[in-house]
């Protein structure tokens, strides 16, 4: 796919500023976005984070980047207090279940892909793990000590940050700031409060740890995102996304590992997302306030979740309440009602629309408009929410078209620019892509034949078992099979309701 012409700007907050986004060698772009450490169920700050990512990776898509999407997973050295002190969060769940680290692992990593899938966020073309990386980071470590910017303490290896002269220019800390604001006692065996642990020496007792030159022991947190970086994307690349919470300490200890031992400049744009708040306060476990997505699931549609995410920017705060996802929902169903309307309209006709075909010069403006307005939203920084409100506004016209007379034309051009755009965005999923007519074919959804009220019963009954037992993967595979056939449900307050689509 040829590239497009670029006129993409980008929020970068290392300068602080929007800047023209230039690849360092286009058409690839790295895109490295920092993953979930797998101790529990991903919760709505994730959906907000990894949505944000999936649309800014859509889009680089759409735009004819070949990109490269890592997303790692931390399975050890994250630590419970601060960078240097406290217990690894995997070991200390392991601990308190009595079961091994790396089956806690394993178990919520399992469920973050799970979650994520049914959110329609696309997969990462790499996904590499903490405890799978260790000799990259020891050798990193390595690199680090040779060059003069690490130093080993008894089997404890700490970054000098003193000796890194630039060492805040992310988040525009100084080192003054960092020891005022340090809550957390420093370790006795560091030369400045402000060093940061490459490794920890481990006890005797500690499971997840491997041999080093400084004897046995688990790297830091902040190692292994420069480690794993590196070795995927190369010692200089395009984009690192991550949480506003992680700009500082990970993302700034990221910059001054990688660049310290390297001596090049590490990744060129800095994108953050802002978080989930609750009333007004950040979502968060220690505040227990935070909601997970499985629970989340249980009372409303994935895609509404997703669609309550689009309405807010990636670098704005998002409020979550049972009213903010009532609207939303109320909202994701009109939009989704008019594209089933529409199919149904150009059912009638007989046949999808083609691309081809004459349409008044009225119409043809429009959609040009429509489709200007919704890139020049999405180029300003990814504006989804805009981009949004342009297809609503197609939706709406679609609506009005189907009210009165209609051509297959001005019904289906209208639905497949909608369809299109929305590839970007990822709202229409469930809807599957012969309904949109798009490339991949234009064959006719099924009309239920064959299909007798006691069977879909039956089928409706093993989806509610289904979710009961919380295996939601087979549940909305039985939902989408219906779909397929020509059966829409409905889940009411009165229990599932179906009818031909």
Same mark, same amino acid.
């Given at each position: 796919?040829?590239?497009?012409?670029?006129?993409?700007?980008?929020?970068?907050?290392?300068?602080?500023?929007?800047?023209?986004?230039?690849?360092?060698?286009?058409?690839?772009?790295?895109?490295?976005?920092?993953?979930?450490?797998?101790?529990?169920?991903?919760?709505?700050?994730?959906?907000?984070?990894?949505?944000?990512?999936?649309?800014?990776?859509?889009?680089?898509?759409?735009?004819?980047?070949?990109?490269?999407?890592?997303?790692?997973?931390?399975?050890?050295?994250?630590?419970?207090?601060?960078?240097?002190?406290?217990?690894?969060?995997?070991?200390?769940?392991?601990?308190?279940?009595? +079961?091994?680290?790396?089956?806690?692992?394993?178990?919520?990593? =399992?469920?973050?892909?799970?979650?994520?899938? =049914?959110?329609?966020?696309?997969?990462?073309? #790499?996904?590499?793990?903490?405890?799978?990386? #260790?000799?990259?980071?020891? %050798?990193?470590?390595?690199?680090?000590?040779? =060059?003069?910017?690490?130093?080993?303490?008894?089997?404890?290896?700490?970054?000098?940050? !003193?000796?890194? +002269?630039?060492?805040?220019?992310?988040?525009?800390?100084?080192?003054?700031?960092?020891?005022?604001?340090? =809550?957390?006692?420093?370790?006795?065996?560091?030369?400045?409060?402000?060093?940061?642990?490459?490794?920890?020496?481990?006890?005797?007792?500690?499971?997840?740890?491997?041999?080093? !030159?400084?004897?046995?022991?688990?790297?830091?947190?902040?190692?292994?995102?420069?480690?794993?970086?590196?070795?995927?994307?190369?010692?200089?690349?395009?984009?690192?996304?991550?949480?506003?919470?992680?700009?500082?300490?990970?993302?700034?200890?990221?910059?001054?590992?990688?660049?310290?031992?390297?001596?090049? !400049?590490?990744?060129?744009?800095?994108?953050?997302?802002?978080?989930?708040?609750?009333?007004?306060?950040?979502?968060?476990?220690?505040?227990?306030?935070?909601?997970?997505?499985?629970?989340?699931? %249980?009372?409303?549609?994935?895609?509404?979740?997703?669609?309550?995410?689009?309405?807010?920017?990636?670098?704005?705060?998002?409020?979550?309440?049972?009213?903010?996802?009532? *609207?939303?929902?109320?909202?994701?169903?009109?939009?989704?009602?008019?594209?089933?309307?529409?199919?149904?309209?150009?059912?009638?006709?007989?046949? *999808?629309?083609?691309?081809?075909?004459? #349409?008044?010069?009225?119409?043809?403006?429009?959609?040009?408009?429509?489709? *200007?307005?919704?890139?020049?939203?999405?180029?300003?920084?990814?504006?989804?929410?805009?981009?949004?409100?342009?297809?609503?506004?197609?939706?709406?016209?679609?609506?009005?078209?189907?009210? %009165?007379?209609?051509? %297959?034309?001005?019904?289906?051009?209208?639905?497949?620019? +909608?369809?299109?755009?929305?590839?970007? #965005?990822?709202?229409?999923?469930?809807?599957?892509?012969?309904?949109?007519?798009?490339?991949?074919?234009?064959?006719?959804?099924?009309?239920?034949?064959?299909?007798?009220?006691?069977?879909?019963?039956?089928?409706?009954?093993?989806?509610?078992?289904?979710?009961?037992?919380?295996?939601?993967?087979?549940?909305?595979?039985?939902?989408?099979?219906?779909?397929?056939?020509?059966?829409?449900?409905?889940?009411? !307050?009165?229990?599932?309701?179906?009818?031909?689509?």
């Amino acid at each position: 796919m040829a590239l497009r012409e670029n006129a993409l700007n980008v929020y970068n907050t290392l300068t602080r500023s929007k800047e023209r986004f230039e690849p360092l060698a286009p058409p690839h772009i790295g895109m490295y976005v920092c993953g979930p450490t797998v101790y529990g169920d991903a919760h709505l700050g994730h959906a907000k984070s990894y949505t944000s990512f999936d649309v800014i990776l859509r889009y680089l898509r759409y735009l004819g980047y070949q990109v490269t999407y890592v997303q790692n997973i931390t399975d050890v050295g994250h630590l419970t207090d601060n960078a240097d002190q406290g217990e690894d969060k995997v070991e200390t769940k392991a601990r308190a279940e009595q +079961v091994h680290p790396m089956q806690i692992a394993e178990h919520y990593t =399992r469920r973050y892909f799970e979650d994520m899938d =049914r959110l329609n966020v696309l997969r990462p073309d #790499i996904c590499p793990r903490a405890s799978g990386h #260790i000799v990259e980071q020891i %050798e990193l470590v390595k690199r680090l000590i040779a =060059r003069g910017y690490a130093y080993d303490a008894g089997g404890n290896v700490y970054f000098d940050v !003193p000796k890194w +002269v630039s060492y805040g220019k992310l988040s525009g800390r100084t080192l003054a700031d960092m020891v005022a604001g340090t =809550r957390v006692e420093p370790a006795a065996d560091k030369r400045h409060p402000a060093d940061f642990a490459l490794w920890k020496r481990a006890d005797a007792g500690h499971i997840m740890q491997w041999p080093s !030159p400084w004897g046995p022991g688990f790297p830091g947190w902040h190692l292994e995102c420069s480690a794993m970086s590196m070795k995927y994307l190369g010692e200089s690349f395009d984009i690192h996304g991550g949480g506003m919470e992680n700009q500082f300490p990970h993302h700034e200890d990221e910059i001054a590992q990688a660049e310290a031992a390297t001596g090049k !400049p590490f990744v060129k744009y800095w994108l953050h997302n802002n978080m989930v708040t609750v009333g007004g306060q950040k979502m968060g476990k220690s505040l227990g306030n935070f909601i997970t997505l499985k629970a989340a699931y %249980e009372k409303w549609d994935p895609m509404v979740v997703r669609f309550l995410i689009l309405q807010s920017h990636y670098r704005s705060p998002l409020d979550f309440s049972e009213e903010s996802l009532a *609207a939303a929902s109320e909202g994701f169903t009109r939009f989704r009602t008019v594209f089933r309307g529409a199919n149904q309209v150009r059912a009638a006709f007989g046949a *999808a629309p083609q691309m081809g075909g004459e #349409i008044e010069a009225n119409m043809a403006q429009t959609l040009e408009n429509a489709r *200007a307005r919704f890139l020049a939203a999405m180029d300003d920084d990814f504006n989804a929410p805009v981009g949004l409100s342009v297809l609503f506004d197609l939706v709406r016209q679609t609506n009005v078209c189907m009210a %009165e007379t209609v051509t %297959e034309q001005d019904v289906g051009k209208k639905h497949r620019l +909608v369809a299109s755009l929305d590839q970007m #965005i990822g709202l229409l999923r469930d809807l599957g892509t012969e309904v949109l007519g798009l490339e991949f074919g234009t064959e006719a959804r099924g009309s239920g034949e064959g299909l007798t009220p006691q069977l879909v019963q039956l089928l409706i009954d093993l989806r509610n078992d289904a979710r009961k037992a919380k295996n939601f993967a087979e549940a909305d595979t039985i939902r989408m099979r219906l779909d397929e056939a020509g059966i829409l449900l409905e889940d009411t !307050p009165q229990g599932t309701k179906w009818r031909f689509k």
